[in-house]
């Protein structure tokens, strides 16, 4: 059984808070934690207009579990963090740029699946992409991703609450992006089951000939190819014995495309990220 620290991130708040998170790879499980400490400035008179206050001046208090989970659904957080760290973030969206631009879909219509903050629609925005939706079942999430995308400029992308395994969007993306909600479903108690309804789902939302990215640190690219190839058995099996005949949307299943090579940083050495082609 695989046990390993993925991330460890101690990180200032504004509010003069110290959020620490690790995230733990247990197995074929993902466990992310943070613990907020709050930290209590002393009265200072500063002489010197250089002088920088260090961060850590005093323990006051401990904010556990309920504050920890707040944090966690995107409270109380004047900015936010994307779940697999902003240095790669880049890589990941040049990648996905010229895999969209190789396949004749340079600035396709793009969905994010489990937003969280939204970072990553703002930064493929800035990459040239104007057709940006992102989902959450979270409402903070939500709310969050609004304001800082209208504070950075970005009022032209769209935020909405809802649950991918129960999805309401009438319509389908050319590109449909997973950062670690794939992951995130999998670990709830009846994660197999989700699992197993979230590649209906996605079936549902990515167009033919549209590419699904997904990006998981509780998977491997195999893994996550054989588990998309069960999902296609499963399909097929349902509709028939093969896809002649049927209609494009009911035919279409998924197939490995590319994936990213390897993440420069250390830390991210186990973080995968697989394209599928709906097709
Ligand atoms: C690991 S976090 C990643 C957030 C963001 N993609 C990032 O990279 O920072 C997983 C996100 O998926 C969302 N999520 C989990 N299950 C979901 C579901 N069934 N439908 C929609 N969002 C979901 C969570 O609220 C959370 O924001």
Redesign the pocket.
Known sequence: MICRLLHFGPKWTESGKIAINFSILYGPSVF?LSLLWIFNSFDKDVHDSSYVEPPLLGLQNFQDGAYAEDLA??HERSH?????GTDIMDIRVGWTKNLCSSRDLPSCSVL??????G??LQQLAKQGFSDLTG????ES?IELARSLAIGDGFEHINFLV????ESKLERRFELVM????L???GLHPDGPV?RMM?WQSVDSLVSRGGILVI?SCSRTKDELVQEVENFNQRKLGAVGSGSEGLPASEAAVFSYLDHVQSYPSVDSSCITTVALLHK
């Open positions: 992310k659904n995107f936010a963090d994307d779940w697999f994010d699946i489990g937003t969280g903050s970072r990553l989902i959450d079942y979270s999430a809802d649950d991918v395994l997973d950062e670690g909600t992951d995130a479903i989700k979230y990006t």
